[in-house]
Every structure is written in C-alpha cells, then in structure tokens.
C-alpha cells in the first residue's frame, strides 16, 4: 500500500501480498528494503510485525523498517523479527533521551534517524503535523548525538511522481558530508536517480515509481551494489 503526501485517504493498494512482492525485489537484484508499518504509524504501535517477520524469514534482504515504534518493547521486536535497521521519525522529535538511548544501546549503524520535511520543517505524526523545528538544526543536533543515517522525505514531493527535491539533498549532503543520507519523495526516472548518486547520496528510496512502471526493477539491476 502507498499513500500520498502521507493522506490516508489517498491511499492505494498495489499488492495484496507483501512477502511477493519483497521476493520479487530480491530476485530482480535489490537487497535493500525499506518496509514502513502505515498502520503501525497510524495506531502508534507496531501492527504488521509478522509481515515484517516473514519477509526477513524468506528472503535475504536486509530491511530497515519503520512505523509504530515508540518504546522499547517495540524497537526489540522488530529485531527479534529480522529487522536489519529501525527508523524513528516522530519519536526522534518527541522522545529525544528515548531515541538517544536506542542509538546508544544498538548503535548507530542500527538507527536511521527519519527527517520528514515540509519547507524545510520538520514534520511528525504520520506527517500530519508540521513543526517550526528546522531541518539543518535537527540533524546537527542527532549528528553530535552521532547518528550516521539519515532518510530525509520531502512531503511535497511523495507520491506524486513530479520530481523529487534534488536541490534540498545537495544542501544536506554539503552540509554534512559524512551523513549517509538516503533520499525519500518524488523519485520519478533514471535520470533524477543519477543526479542524486552525483551528488553523493547514500542510496535512495524508490516506491511508488516502480509500482507505476515509470522505472523499472531491471533498469535498477545496474545501480546494485
């Protein structure tokens, strides 16, 4: 399932059966996934955890998942699962010490911090709330915390297949040249996909393009480390 600039209500279904789907990402040459629990991130609790489970079960992805995970009780089950790496969006803002704490006990190679930005601001809550915290305070505060990986989504710019915001990474990766910073929202062709790894991006997260055959997984099979 795919929303739209985080609406629920423009939600849609491409694949009942996310295992498939992994699996055929697996067989066409990928073997990283970004898996994000909506209804987890909906309910504020991890919901689709055997998905999850299964997934990392029958396939060799290596899986960072995300959505729900609020405690510590969460955080462990979704390693107990399979999960490679967990990423925090909402919980990195509202639960500072919290999030602190996970990279300090699973270290920094475990945790990607999630920074969803609306005009350069931070937003949380399944993107339904905006903050004034801004996007460059944030991550200069989680990179002395000594935060590695960074998924950055720029909201405007999810699922609606027009472009993705190139000019936002660059400032970010000029910025913090030993973030890995892996881009989010709005990746539409091979040639944005090119632009972006010219501009040193740790990797980049391509959904609803691929779901919608604007690039395909075999066009993808070259970019494979």
């Given at each position: 399932m795919r929303l739209t600039q985080g609406d629920y209500s423009q939600k849609k279904i491409y694949h009942s059966d996310p295992v498939a789907v992994a699996k055929e990402f697996e067989d066409n040459g990928i073997k990283y996934l970004h898996l994000v629990d909506l209804d987890g991130a909906k309910s504020n609790k991890i919901v689709n955890w055997k998905t999850l489970e299964k997934i990392c079960n029958e396939t060799d992805l290596k899986v960072d998942f995300g959505g729900g995970i609020k405690t510590?009780?969460?955080?462990?089950?979704?390693?107990?699962?399979?999960?490679?790496?967990?990423?925090?969006?909402?919980?990195?803002?509202?639960?500072?010490?919290?999030f602190g704490k996970w990279i300090d006990d699973f270290g920094a190679s475990k945790i990607i911090l999630g920074a969803d930005v609306k005009d350069e601001k931070i937003a949380v809550g399944g993107w339904l709330e905006?903050?004034?915290?801004?996007?460059?305070?944030?991550?200069?505060?989680?990179?002395?915390?000594?935060?590695?990986?960074?998924?950055?989504?720029?909201?405007?710019?999810?699922?609606?297949?027009?472009?993705t915001s190139i000019e936002l990474y660059q400032k970010i990766t000029k910025q913090f040249p030993n973030l890995?910073?892996?881009?989010?929202?709005?990746?539409?062709?091979?040639?944005e996909l090119n632009k972006l790894?010219?501009?040193?991006?740790e990797g980049v997260i391509i959904g609803k393009a691929i779901y919608e055959n604007k690039i395909s997984l075999k066009e993808l099979q070259k970019y494979v480390d």
């Open positions: 510590d009780e969460a955080i462990k089950l979704a390693f107990e699962c399979g999960a490679s790496q967990i990423t925090g969006g909402s919980i990195a803002v509202k639960n500072r010490s919290l905006k903050t004034e915290l801004d996007l460059f305070y944030f991550l200069k505060g989680y990179v002395a915390k000594g935060i590695e990986y960074v998924i950055c989504t720029d909201i405007s710019k999810d699922g609606l297949l027009q472009g890995k910073l892996i881009a989010s929202g709005g990746v539409t062709s091979v040639d790894l010219e501009i040193n991006v």
